[in-house]
Structures are given as C-alpha cells and as structure tokens.
C-alpha cells in the first residue's frame, strides 16, 4: 500500500496549485513547491513560489480509505488515510488540538461528538483496586485447583472430573394404567346380536 496524506489548502492556494500541476506555470519561481516541518512534526511551513503559509498535521478523527482504477471500472484500496495537512492562511491562527473535530464531508462534520461512543470516566484508583481483587481470585482459584489434584493422586490428574448425572425424583403412588390387550368382555346383547 501506498503512503497518502489529504493536503487541504485555502481556495487562493488551490488555484494556484491547478496551475503548478497543470504545468501552465509562467515562471520557474511559480513552479517551486516546498513543505517542511519543525522539530515537533506538527508544525510547518508550505511553500509555492516565494510566498511561505503556516501548515498542521492534524489527525483525522476516522481513517479514510482512498482507491484508484486502472480501467475506470474496478477500483484498487491504496491506502488507509489518517492525517491531514492543513495549510492557513498567513493570519489564521494555529489549532491548538492535534486532532482535527471535522471529517472530510459535510456528513461527517462534528464527528467525535456525534457519531463515536465517549470514553468513559473511570478513577484510576478503582481500576487498580478491580485488578487486583481479579489477580486474588485467579491465585485462589489455581491454588484450590492445584490442592484437588494432589489429593485425588494421578489418576484423577489424567482423567478428566465427570459430572455425575442426578437421580431421578421418585414419582408419587399413581395407579399405573395398564393397555387391555385381552378381548373385551361381550354383554348379553351382543351375544343376542351373533344368533341372529
């Protein structure tokens, strides 16, 4: 994959970028391009031509993925963008943050706060003292462990505990109801109904 970066730049540096790139420059002084940063690696300056503009590498608050197409019809990922150049400006003032609040679209405008889950607050006191009731358990759950197969010697180590399947409840004293498998018994009228 590729390295990437998104270089967001004010509509007057834009237009002169189209013309450097679309090699329609009138000078070679028009034609030099400079970035350069200081020893903080947030901080810089942006050059084209003789004039300097302050640059920031801001974090984006989600990655971006950015694809190409050899034949304009299937599209190749090139690579996974997490920062943005952003060029000011001589005026503007620097951001003070290191990621920057907004996506790339409208879509996305605000995005931290509207769209990620917030971290949660925990005290850092009551996360070590959770840990280690947690440690103290596992200790005391391997110890046990450890004493229940040195009683029950090495067979018991080699054989897997079974469970032992429960008994069934006794059932109450119900009548069983038994299937009559014998002839029925005939009344006396059936027996009339055969001599006809």
């Given amino acids: 994959m590729e390295e990437q970066f998104i270089l967001r730049v004010p509509p007057s540096i834009a237009e002169r970028l189209d013309r450097l790139l679309s090699e329609s420059a009138s000078s070679p002084e028009e034609q030099s391009l400079d970035l350069s940063f ?3 690696g947030r901080s810089g300056t942006f050059a084209i031509g003789d004039e300097r503009f302050p640059a920031s590498l801001l974090d984006l608050p989600c990655v971006v993925e950015s694809y190409k197409s050899y034949d304009d019809c299937a599209l190749v990922k090139t690579a996974d963008i997490g920062q943005m150049i952003m060029v000011r400006e001589e005026g503007d003032g620097a951001p003070d943050v290191v990621e ?3 996506g790339l679209t409208p879509a996305m405008r605000d995005a931290r706060k509207r769209r ?3 971290e949660p607050d925990l005290n850092p006191e009551l996360v070590q003292r959770v840990e280690k009731d947690l440690l103290n358990i596992m200790a005391e759950w391997l110890h046990n ?7 029950g010697g090495d067979q018991n180590a080699r054989k897997p505990n079974k469970k032992v399947a429960p008994t069934p409840e006794a059932k109450p004293d119900v ?10 018994e005939r009344s006396d009228s059936e027996e009339s109904d055969d001599s006809m």
Avoid: G, K
Wanted: hydrophobic share 20%; charged share 40%; no cysteine.
């Fill in 100 to 102: 920057y609040r907004h």
């Fill in 38 to 40: 200081s020893e903080n």
């Fill in 145 to 151: 462990d450890a004493n229940e197969q040195d009683e």
């Fill in 175 to 184: 009548p069983e109801v038994v299937a009559n498998t014998e002839e029925p």
């Fill in 116 to 118: 990620f889950r917030r």
